[in-house]
């Protein structure tokens, strides 16, 4: 197993492990600051199943757990049974299904299979979590006059599974939203460094397919952001990335500030350097210098070496365009 992969498998473990323990020092011991210490300071959404249950600053989510401190009924767990999607190298997404139910001594009565999402955030090999997502309010655990909960005493089986069914929709279509975030880049639309490396990996298992890798680094880009400023700058890299996509919509990533890199395993030879030149000549006509290198495999050896060769071709005409310019310095 390659170094990555043990570590995918440990953060994976770690999470499902930090899920149970949420779940038991929320709904078992009510003890908020537990969770509150495992909270993203920086970026943290918690929601609800009510449409009023919704907090997006992390403050905010860290005082309504506090305000929960003695209001939790206690709780006991079952069948749990949790998964982990690892959505990049440092976020996972854990989505975890079990039985709740309310402990006898409380004197209430409640239980229900309940769902709960949440995203973890590993900075500095230390998991934050930055997303909440449960399916019951704690407006249904009111307690009746004999015991039970009103509202939950009326709720009739087919309605429970409505609401687990409803739960489930918008647990996939917020990991839908989540890894086109994650995998996008925000500035240009175009995939980013996360998917691009994804994708190198899933290539390199196919060596029986040709693979055109074309790679783009913009000249000048430093000169405009002294010059004019980061948002003339962002403009730049905007328009570049739009005439890339015009031709390599899926097939390009934007790898670094100025960097873009296009995979083209659909066409031939031929159309891929032709529409490697289209690119070229619309960034022209719109006044954006580029230094491009491309390489060709008919069928793929190692991927990451046809990479660095598109990437020496690449610095080798950025040398060009400098030396041609008078200036021996290699700059962005």
Not at 235 to 257: C, K, T
Request: hydrophobic share 35%; glycine share 6%; with cysteine.
């Amino acid at each position: 197993m390659e170094h990555s992969d043990r570590i995918q498998a440990s953060r994976i473990r770690e999470v499902k492990e930090l899920a149970g323990y949420m779940l038991r020092k929320h709904y078992c011991e009510n003890d908020p600051e537990a969770l509150i210490h495992l909270m993203d300071r920086q970026q943290l959404i918690w929601q609800g199943a009510g449409e009023s249950e919704f907090a997006a600053e992390p403050h905010k989510v860290m005082e309504l757990f506090r305000s929960m401190k003695g209001v939790v009924p206690k709780c006991r767990l079952s069948q749990e049974c949790y998964h982990v999607l690892p959505l990049s190298p440092d976020i996972y997404l854990c989505s975890a299904v079990y039985w709740l139910e309310t402990d006898p001594s409380t004197k209430m009565f409640l239980r229900v299979h309940q769902r709960l999402t949440l995203v973890f955030r590993y900075v500095e090999d230390r998991p934050w979590c930055c997303h909440l997502h449960v399916s019951n309010p704690y407006s249904e655990m009111v307690e009746g006059e004999v015991g039970f909960p009103a509202k939950m005493g009326q709720l009739s089986y087919q309605y429970l599974q409505e609401q687990i069914d409803a739960q489930s929709a918008r647990i996939q279509s917020q990991t839908a939203i989540l890894k086109r975030v994650l995998l996008r880049d925000s500035l240009t639309g175009m995939y980013n460094r996360h998917k691009f490396n994804q994708v190198l990996s899933n290539l390199q298992r196919h060596v029986d397919k040709p693979l055109g890798i074309a790679y783009f680094d913009l000249n000048g880009l430093k000169q405009v952001n002294d010059r004019m400023g980061h948002k003339a700058g962002d403009r730049l890299l905007y328009q570049a990335a739009s005439h890339i996509m015009l031709y390599f919509e899926q097939q390009s990533y934007r790898v670094g500030g100025d960097e873009f890199v296009v995979l083209d395993d659909q066409r031939d030879e031929a159309a891929f350097r032709q529409a490697v030149a289209l690119v070229c000549e619309d960034m022209n006509q719109d006044h954006i210098s580029c230094s491009v290198g491309v390489c060709w495999r008919d069928a793929r050896g190692d991927v990451e070496e046809q990479f660095n060769e598109a990437d020496h071709l690449m610095y080798r005409e950025k040398q060009r365009y400098y030396q041609d310019l008078g200036d021996n310095r290699l700059r962005v």
